[in-house]
T-cell receptor, first 110, second 113 residues
């Protein structure tokens, strides 16, 4: 399946954070979502072949990387209190809608 | 602007009865719809989907109905079981794969013994 690390994280406002995701074997596309409390997952961006392939309504301080083994990172700079949320990674095979989600990273910004 | 709306934050249903979860969407360009189920401390898991060329799709106890003219879809679970207690997300997208999947806010389903 999809594994995300760490599971929980506490950061101070203004700091930077890196979240990691290992895709399901055979998948080549990674999508990142932010789920705030009481909300549905909000699309941040998607990576395919190491290129950003679509982005939601998130500022440039949210950035990502996809590595040759199709694992991925989500980086957030200049953390704000509103960045506190569950961050979900989903992997899939390009051309199919079989998204497999990880369990998420719970980020708390204080 | 909420393009996918789930207006019922929660729903309680007796075990063995039918659970009906509703979803409305505003973007007429959506042509593929999905339902995900989420347990606490786990990521969402895919449940069932439907393409806009169909009005019904069935998989075991789960059936999704699509009414394109009303921009409405619903998920029916028959019969409801205790393990169905979870948060259900309705989601929508366009099949060209350049677009993201848009999720609703979710409906928490409680199956009562």
């Amino acid at each position: 399946g999809v594994t995300q690390s760490p599971t929980h994280l506490i950061k101070t406002r203004g700091q930077q954070v890196t979240l990691r995701c290992s895709s399901q074997s055979g998948h080549n596309t990674v999508s990142w979502y932010q789920q705030a409390l009481g909300q549905g997952p909000q699309f941040i961006f998607q990576y395919y072949r190491k290129e950003e392939n679509g982005r939601g309504n998130f500022p440039p301080r949210f950035s990502g990387l996809q590595f040759p083994n199709d694992s991925s990172e989500l980086n957030v700079n200049a953390l704000e209190l509103d960045d506190s949320a569950l961050y979900l990674c989903a992997s899939s095979l390009w051309g199919f809608y079989g998204y497999t989600f990880g369990s998420g990273t719970r980020l708390t910004v204080v | 602007d909420q393009q996918v709306k789930q207006n019922s934050p929660s729903l309680s249903v007796q075990e063995g009865r039918i659970s009906i979860l509703n979803c409305d969407y505003t973007n007429s360009m959506f042509d593929y719809f999905l339902w995900y189920k989420k347990y606490p401390a786990e990521g969402p898991t895919f449940l069932i989907s439907i393409s806009s060329i169909k009005d019904k799709n069935e998989d075991g106890r789960f059936t999704v109905f699509l009414n394109k003219s009303a921009k409405h879809l619903s998920l029916h679970i028959v019969p409801s079981q205790p393990g169905d207690s979870a948060v259900y997300f309705c989601a929508a997208s366009r099949m060209n794969r350049d677009d993201k999947i848009i999720f609703g806010k979710g409906t928490r389903l409680h199956i009562l013994p």
